[in-house]
């Protein structure tokens, strides 16, 4: 799961980690320790971790493979900084995320808008946390260019810069590919309303495409007012603004498509797709968990959880679903189980959840 490490610096942190316990014992007696690896990346990462030391530090190495985990962007009220922490469902403690190289000083409460947060848009791609989109101080967009977490590197880098830096706009990727449409920069744009522009982070390595590239505009500026998720599902792009109007991006042929009546009317809360192949959608009005069927054009209930209503933002990942409900509960639906089962995450104290992903473990060299 995830973007892997480029060559350069995966001999880098598996030469760190080699030189750091050349002196312990092998990992499996009478096996050589990359012979041991293959063996035991076959083990859930859960008994790995229960056995012995050498073990459970082996499925935290940048090199080992990685087992998702949860992670949400919170809001400090006691000193209004955003802070991105990771929940380990072996340790089933929250960890926190080494923090970009400037602290996230962005606007998210205000007394103009006393029902509801300013948003702070960001998005699972190949692997990696990317921040797009939020509102300064002085109400001017916030990000000139994308901010990049990768839990495998545990680091922070920069994406491409924006020609017109946004806010309230439409956030998204399909495969490898961020895109961002509509939306308002400084000063409202009809241009800017109407664009859509991508950036291929599995071109990131080639500087002649470390670029945003404009593709074919929106019709109309109905979806620059809203901050929408553009969910990728089968090559497309989903959105659905407040009023409840939908369409669909085809990233394969830069098409602009009308959204099917179905699909649409049953959008009534948090969207995600599993592995952009399986919608998932909660009903924040009656606490409804429903999946799409693209066959007869509706949407299938699922199960009803009280602790749904109210849900506000969703993310899907390895057969499972991690919601953010009304009272800021996170929320895990396990969807592959049979019937579902879903548990609470207790959050830190303090923090308001903003925004969940589902991404690789963070590495680790000092276990």
Same mark, same amino acid.
């Given at each position: 799961m995830g973007k892997?490490?480029?060559?350069?610096?995966?001999?880098?942190?598996?030469?760190?980690?080699?030189?750091?316990?050349?002196?312990?014992q092998p990992l499996i007696p009478g096996l050589p320790?990359?012979?041991?690896?293959?063996?035991?990346?076959?083990?859930?990462? %859960?008994?790995?971790?229960?056995?012995?030391?050498?073990?459970?530090r082996l499925i935290y190495c940048p090199f080992f493979p990685p087992f998702p985990s949860l992670y949400a962007l919170f809001f400090s009220s006691s000193d209004n900084e955003i802070q991105l922490l990771s929940f380990d469902p072996m340790s089933s403690r929250w960890e926190t995320v080494p923090p970009?190289?400037?602290?996230?000083?962005?606007?998210?409460h205000h007394p103009s808008?006393?029902?509801?947060?300013?948003?702070?848009?960001?998005i699972s791609v190949s692997g990696n946390l990317v921040l797009l989109a939020a509102t300064a101080p002085n109400f001017n967009p916030?990000?000139?260019?994308?901010?990049?977490?990768?839990?495998? %590197?545990?680091?922070?880098?920069?994406?491409?810069?924006?020609?017109?830096?946004?806010?309230?706009?439409a956030a998204g990727a399909s495969g490898p590919t961020v895109y961002v449409a509509s939306g308002i920069g400084s000063n409202f744009s009809t241009d800017v309303a109407r664009s859509l522009e991508k950036w291929d982070l599995g071109e990131e390595d080639e500087m002649d495409d470390f670029r945003w590239k404009k593709m074919r505009q929106l019709k109309d500026g109905r979806f620059s007012t809203d901050a929408i998720d553009a969910v990728g599902w089968r090559r497309k792009l989903c959105m659905v603004n407040v009023a409840k109007q939908g369409i669909l991006y085809d990233a394969a042929t830069d098409i602009w498509e009308q959204m099917?009546?179905?699909?649409?009317?049953?959008?009534?809360?948090?969207?995600?797709?599993?592995?952009?192949?399986?919608?998932?959608?909660?009903?924040?009005?009656?606490?409804?968990?429903?999946?799409?069927?693209?066959? %007869?054009?509706?949407?299938?209930?699922?199960?009803?959880?009280?602790?749904?209503?109210?849900?506000?933002?969703?993310?899907?990942?390895?057969?499972?679903?991690c919601v953010i409900c009304g009272d800021g509960e996170i929320l895990v639906i396990d969807v592959v189980a049979a019937p579902?089962?879903?548990?609470?995450?207790?959050?830190?104290?303090e923090l308001e959840p903003l925004a969940v992903h589902i991404l690789p473990r963070l590495s680790r060299l000092d276990f």
């Open positions: 892997s490490l480029n060559p350069s610096k995966r001999q880098k942190l598996i030469a760190h980690y080699d030189h750091r316990h050349l002196q312990e320790d990359h012979v041991a690896e293959l063996c035991l990346s076959r083990v859930h990462p %859960s008994l790995l971790y229960s056995v012995c030391r050498s073990w459970r970009p190289p400037n602290p996230l000083r962005l606007l998210v808008f006393l029902c509801r947060n300013l948003p702070v848009q960001s916030a990000l000139s260019r994308p901010l990049i977490f990768s839990p495998l %590197s545990r680091s922070w880098s920069l994406g491409p810069p924006m020609e017109t830096p946004r806010r309230w706009c099917p009546e179905g699909m649409v009317g049953g959008w009534r809360g948090p969207v995600a797709a599993m592995d952009e192949e399986v919608l998932y959608a909660v009903d924040e009005d009656k606490g409804l968990l429903t999946r799409y069927n693209q066959d %007869s054009d509706n949407w299938e209930v699922i199960m009803e959880v009280e602790s749904l209503r109210g849900a506000c933002q969703m993310a899907a990942a390895g057969g499972r679903l579902p089962k879903f548990w609470a995450v207790q959050r830190p104290a």
